[in-house]
Structures are given as structure tokens and as C-alpha cells.
């Protein structure tokens, strides 16, 4: 789309801020939580350390500070081997990197198209030193939906797609066909493509490119107002893209056009591997003020 074509106001309204969250009315949680039956929790996060695969820029380092132990030692009353009687101690750590790293969930302050963000914002208008007045990480509420699982791999019969390859609404709606499942308003719609075993199997590998959603998966997705996406992968979206003059045209579009939340790297192996198609999804995160994302690690209960 064209810088000087506009795509705003957005259909929440001209102040929005919550995108298609909009979409999760207390119905649609009440109903999200009927779908708990046993009670049995997927964890859907990756964990994260200074190794894992990133796009190119951006890094994670955690230091231990071990500091209080030789302080607290010499407390006054202190035992010798701590603070008071009882030498309490403790550490704790020092963390620098981006929060664009690992599993995680972008802000609609991440993508912008030009100088415009989500709702027409320009960069000029809300963007500080510290990050953005509009549109940060703190505007997302914790998140309560109906969770579907769409396990394009075992769609098409292989262990994972491959990078470049692109998933249709063929494939998505065949999917569903086969696990009886459908979407609608206020879904949380997760795609498992297998490319996500290679986090720890071969990290370069990973990070050099993926299979994802092509612009008519992305449209579908707008059309059934689905409250939030996300996939095995590290983006969203097909890495070589569908047009190579359009570098991840798929997540731009649904972040700044339709206000459309995005997650990466999800942990989708083990859903896919026991079939389960739908499920309770919930997702809270640090509200670290005007920041472009989060690192989360939602879960599916079922």
C-alpha cells in the first residue's frame, strides 16, 4: 500500500490504540473458558538466553550480580556469612537487548508504513527518546480468548514446510476441514508449521528464513476479525516473501492497516502433536511504557 494512500481511521475508531483486542467482548471470554475440560496446561513460550536465533540486529546478554553477598557480609550484625542471624542473601542479574527477541508479542507500535503507524499516527507526533505516546506495549490488556491451532504441516503430510513456502486459504480452511474446527470474531489463531522444531535442532537455519502466511491468509484473517495471530516462526509471513520488492509485507499489513497483534516463536509442537484444535488461550505480559513488544509466554488450556 502507498505511503499517501490512507488506511485510517481504523474501524474501532479514530483514537484506537487496542486494534482488533477490540474484538475480545466479556461473551467471548466467558465462552473461551468453557472450553477448559481437564485442565491441563500448554506451555506455548520458548526460553530465552543469549544464544538463541534473532534477526540480524538485535541481541539478548544476562549478567549475574552477585554484589550483595560481599556487602551484606559486612553488615553491622551481620554473621559473617550474610545479613542477620539468619545471613540472608541473595543475586539477581543485569539484562541488556531488545525485547524483540524470543517469544514475543509486537506492540502495533513496531511496523509503521513511511513515517505512519497503526490508525494514521505519524512518527514525528508520538515517538520520545524512551519509545512511543501511542500504541505501546502497556496498551494490550491481558488476554482471555478461544485459542485455534491450524497444523498447516500436517495438512499437507510433511514434518514442516519449508522457508519461502506460502500458506493459502486453501490450506487453512482444508486444515480446519480436517480437525472439525472453525474461526470466528475474538479468536486467537496460531498456525504450526513445523519450521519452529529448528529452533533448537539447527538455529541458523531458522533464523535464515521461514514458511508463513501469504496476503490471502492475512485478509482471511482481517475478515473473521480474529482478535490476535501468531506462528512457529520468527516473523509472520512467508521469508522469501511472495514479492520481493515488498520485504514482510504480511505483518506489516496487518499491524498498521488493521491493528492486527502478531506473536513469534511460538512453541507449537506439542499442541500439534496431541491434535488439539481448540483451546483456552492466555497471555499477560510485563507493560514496560511506549516499548515495541514483549517477551510472553501465553498458554493453551484445555
Do not use: C
Not at 553488615?75 to 537487548?97: D, F, M, Q, Y
Not at 509503521?112 to 527518546?129: H, K, L, M, S, T
Not at 485459542?147 to 490450506?171: C, F, K, M, N, Q
Not at 529448528?198 to 533464523?207: C, K, N, T, V
Amino acid at each position: 500500500m502507498p505511503d499517501d494512500t490512507p488506511w485510517w481511521p481504523s474501524r474501532y475508531g479514530a483514537d484506537d490504540e487496542r486494534g482488533t483486542l477490540n474484538e475480545l467482548t466479556p461473551a467471548r471470554i466467558v465462552a473461551a473458558a468453557r472450553l477448559v475440560r481437564t485442565g491441563r496446561v500448554y506451555d506455548l513460550g520458548r526460553t530465552l538466553h543469549a544464544d538463541v536465533p534473532r534477526f540480524e540486529g538485535r541481541f539478548w546478554r544476562q549478567t549475574l550480580v552477585s554484589s550483595a553477598h560481599f556487602i551484606n557480609a559486612r553488615r553491622p550484625g551481620g554473621s559473617g556469612g550474610g545479613w542477620g542471624a539468619n545471613r540472608l542473601n541473595w543475586i539477581t542479574e543485569l539484562v541488556t537487548g531488545t525485547l524483540q527477541i524470543g517469544t514475543q508479542l509486537d506492540a502495533l507500535n513496531h511496523l509503521q508504513i513511511g513515517d505512519r503507524f497503526y490508525n494514521g499516527w505519524r512518527a514525528a507526533d508520538i515517538v520520545e527518546e524512551w519509545g512511543t505516546r501511542k500504541l505501546g506495549i502497556e496498551t494490550v490488556p491481558p488476554v482471555i480468548a478461544r485459542g485455534v491451532v491450524v497444523d498447516v504441516a500436517r495438512r499437507r503430510g510433511v514434518p514442516r514446510l519449508e522457508a519461502g513456502d506460502v500458506i493459502t486459504v486453501d490450506d487453512v480452511e482444508g486444515a480446519l476441514r480436517a480437525q472439525d474446527t472453525a474461526v470466528g470474531p475474538g479468536d486467537v489463531v496460531l498456525f504450526h508449521t513445523g519450521w519452529g522444531a529448528l529452533w533448537d535442532e539447527d538455529p541458523g537455519r531458522f533464523a535464515a528464513g521461514e514458511p508463513g502466511a501469504g496476503m490471502a491468509v492475512a485478509e482471511w484473517l482481517v475478515e473473521r476479525r480474529v482478535a490476535m495471530t501468531g506462528a512457529d516462526t520468527w516473523s509472520f509471513g512467508p521469508v522469501p516473501g511472495e514479492d520481493p520488492d515488498r520485504p514482510f509485507l504480511v505483518p506489516q499489513t496487518l499491524n498498521v492497516v488493521h491493528g492486527l497483534f502478531i506473536m513469534e516463536n511460538l512453541a507449537t509442537e506439542a499442541l500439534a502433536a496431541d491434535r488439539i484444535s481448540e483451546f483456552m488461550f492466555v497471555l499477560t505480559h510485563h507493560k514496560t511504557r511506549g516499548s515495541t513488544a514483549a517477551i510472553i509466554a501465553p498458554a493453551a488450556v484445555i
